[in-house]
């Protein structure tokens, strides 16, 4: 017989505020604590330097953390000129030097290196496996690391502030797997000058948007209130957040039986929310499951069970 999962069934999304000098796996145990959930876990990490969105699954939103990771996502950032580091950001060891600097018209000509698809070399102390080993864990121990290039997407990416010769301030929307570290590296060795991120936040990640997002400071302050989880309630999200693009489909509940029994169901007419391809199923208000609209039926694909606490609606 298992062992039976520590905590309450908590169904739904926290879309932190990450603070500065705390990793993502520390935020995620901090907020698995403070609503004493049974299952947490997070959607794209982010660095111990950066603050900002770390979208936190708890229960059975950990389900939908694929449609979160493969989402864009929203950054602003300060690069640093004049010093590149093994890092390539402020907590490495500066390897090289530079005293050129670039004005606010060569950056802006440079940026457009950067746009649509491109080829990137991930940073080499970054999470990447390399013939099974964390790149940066090879790093820290001396191993010589050579990360290949590999596909990202940039859709926009702008200068908005130069505050003295020495920074400028940035915003960008990537896709998947793009490193902002990187990012800083490439364009400081384009400009001749070098460079490395200063700061670094995320503002948005796929529907999940900057003004949503909860500090720790303030969860952990009603935790040492003694808030009860009916008041925690209304820092969850629902699951069904990270579907915002994918249609929803009204079933009944016999039809939601059928799907959780990974059974597919019948949908006619003006039900159907698409004529081939991924929508979700509710009955009730509830997220039943996702499925796949193919001939007139919903075939399930990932089924949810969700009875915990939910979102104060």
């Not at 080993?133 to 990416?157: C, M, N, T, W």
Request: charged share 25%; glycine share 10%.
């Amino acid at each position: 017989m298992g062992r039976k999962r520590k905590g309450d069934p908590i169904d739904g999304w926290v879309l932190l505020d990450k603070p500065l000098g705390m990793t993502s796996t520390r935020a995620v145990a901090i907020v698995r604590r403070i609503f004493n959930a049974a299952k947490a876990g997070h959607a794209g990490t982010l660095d111990p330097l950066a603050t900002g969105m770390l979208p936190i699954a708890l229960g059975e939103a950990t389900k939908t953390v694929p449609f979160i990771v493969d989402a864009s996502k929203d950054y602003e950032f300060s690069v640093r000129w004049g010093e590149q580091r093994d890092t390539d950001d402020r907590e490495g060891a500066v390897v090289d030097t530079s005293d050129s600097r670039s004005d606010g018209p060569a950056i802006r000509d440079c940026l457009a290196n950067y746009l649509g698809e491109i080829m990137q070399t991930p940073p080499v102390y970054s999470a990447i496996k390399i013939e099974g080993a964390r790149a940066y864990d090879l790093a820290r121990d001396g191993v010589k690391v050579e990360p290949k290039p590999r596909q990202a997407h940039i859709f926009s990416f702008e200068l908005v502030g130069q505050p003295d010769t020495d920074h400028a301030d940035f915003r960008a929307t990537c896709g998947k797997g793009t490193y902002i570290r990187a990012l800083a590296r490439d364009m400081g060795r384009d400009l001749g000058c070098f460079g490395h991120i200063s700061r670094l936040r995320r503002t948005r990640v796929g529907p999940m948007l900057e003004a949503s997002m909860i500090s720790l400071e303030k969860l952990e302050e009603f935790s040492h209130k003694g808030a009860g989880q009916r008041e925690l309630a209304k820092f969850i999200c629902p699951v069904e957040t990270a579907l915002d693009d994918i249609p929803a489909l009204a079933v009944s509940g016999a039809d939601a039986v059928c799907l959780k029994r990974g059974q597919s169901i019948l949908v006619r007419g003006g039900e159907i929310p698409v004529a081939t391809g991924l929508a979700y199923a509710v009955c009730k208000g509830t997220l039943v499951a996702i499925g796949e609209v193919k001939r007139g039926e919903l075939l399930p694909k990932r089924v949810f069970n969700i009875s915990g606490l939910k979102p104060v609606s």
